[in-house]
T-cell receptor, first 109, second 115 residues
Framework: TQLLEQSPQFLSIQEGENLTVYCNSS?????LQWYRQEPGEGPVLLVT?????EVKKLKRLTFQFGDARKDSSLHITAAQPGDTGLYLC?????????FGSGTKLNVKP | EAQVTQNPRYLITVTGKKLTVTCSQN?????MSWYRQDPGLGLRQIYY???????DKGDVPEGYKVSRKEKRNFPLILESPSPNQTSLYFC??????????????FGNGTRLTVT
């Protein structure tokens, strides 16, 4: 059983479209992180959110942490082919990390 | 360059033959951890270490061992590998992983096949 459920699993969109990826859990986390992974490489951190209700922006990416610190979303505005990759959310309770199964995003030119 | 180095990148072995995957970081990080990544399951934490000689189980520790004799190294040991341990393995390190300015730094992975 996955502690963190990510949706959708796959997303194929045209360049310029907007998209949202969801990360849901019944557990409360101290912090939640979003990573992006390219084929043949390890995940790279995009953002960490710590406070319930927190919103962080990274250029065209907007991350939100739910008020109850159980869920999060990643919104990409005007997606570009360079955004293609596997997006992973990870919930953290101090020393332990729990990852979602990932969302594979393909942005077509 | 700050990095986490895993070796080997690819490993094919047979059931029962002991193996070690090495992991080394050059960032003086306190925290190190191992994960396995399987299709549809994401990354699952195997073991982690908060400091030298301090290790603890993650979500899926069965069949694995680790040691932390030096701060920079955190090898993953499979005493008697089985086919269900075929997976992509990642080592990661961090200073204080639950703080927003202290990310997990991942190695480039080790693809292990056990026949």
């Amino acid at each position: 059983t996955q502690l963190l459920e990510q949706s959708p699993q796959f997303l194929s969109i045209q360049e310029g479209e907007n998209l949202t990826v969801y990360c849901n859990s019944s557990s409360v986390f101290s912090s939640l992180q979003w990573y992006r992974q390219e084929p043949g490489e390890g995940p790279v951190l995009l953002v960490t959110v710590v406070t319930g209700g927190e919103v962080k922006k990274l250029k065209r990416l907007t991350f939100q942490f739910g008020d109850a610190r159980k869920d999060s979303s990643l919104h990409i505005t005007a997606a570009q082919p360079g955004d293609t990759g596997l997006y992973l959310c990870a919930g953290n309770n101090f020393n332990k990390f729990y990852f979602g199964s990932g969302t594979k995003l393909n942005v077509k030119p | 360059e700050a990095q986490v180095t895993q070796n080997p990148r690819y490993l094919i072995t047979v059931t029962g033959k002991k193996l070690t995957v090495t992991c080394s970081q050059n960032m003086n990080h306190e925290y190190m951890s191992w994960y396995r990544q399987d299709p549809g399951l994401g990354l699952r934490q195997i073991y982690y270490s908060m400091n030298v000689e301090v290790t603890d189980k993650g979500d899926v520790p069965e069949g694995y061992k680790v040691s932390r004799k030096e701060k920079r190294n955190f090898p993953l040991i499979l005493e008697s590998p089985s086919p269900n341990q075929t997976s992509l393995y990642f080592c990661a390190s961090s200073q204080i992983p639950w703080e927003s300015d202290s990310p997990l730094h991942f190695g480039n992975g080790t693809r292990l096949t056990v026949t």
